[in-house]
């Protein structure tokens, strides 16, 4: 399994970072799904996160572990049409299969490229996360 979609899943929820315009916004996600090696996110193409990422691609995640320790990812978001890629991240138990369907015109998954993951404490400077 890709190393930083394990940790995404042990966070449970994670927070993913924006643009909107000249302003950060962050909201909550919780699926999160690996495909061929990646890691994939999935988003409703009326929502404003989708509007967000179509204009700068770059994001960042952060989700908090039991125990004071954080995660934290940061990665371009690219979109895979493929119906492949959309059966995978829906049929993943993080997958939002209640809301959407693979092929759905509002449906869109994204790959994350350029990954950097770091694990953070207070205690000790932080471990980078390979994917493989």
């Not at 138990?93 to 207070?122: H, I, M, R």
Request: hydrophobic letters at 35%.
């Amino acid at each position: 399994m890709n190393n930083v979609v394990e940790e995404l899943k042990k966070v449970k929820i994670f927070y993913i970072a924006t643009i909107d315009g000249d302003k950060p916004k962050v909201r909550p996600f919780s699926s999160v799904a690996e495909f061929e090696g990646n890691i994939y996110i999935c988003s409703g193409k009326k929502k404003e996160f989708y509007k967000q990422v179509s204009n700068n691609p770059y994001l960042e995640l952060s989700g908090m572990y039991d125990g004071g320790t954080w995660l934290r990812v940061s990665a371009k978001a690219v979109i895979d049409e493929r119906i492949e890629a959309q059966e995978a991240v829906l049929k993943d138990e993080t997958g939002p299969s209640q809301l959407y369907k693979a092929g759905d015109c509002n449906f869109v998954v994204f790959k994350l490229t350029e990954v950097k993951a770091l694990k953070f404490n207070f205690y000790a400077a932080p471990t980078e996360i390979k994917e493989h």
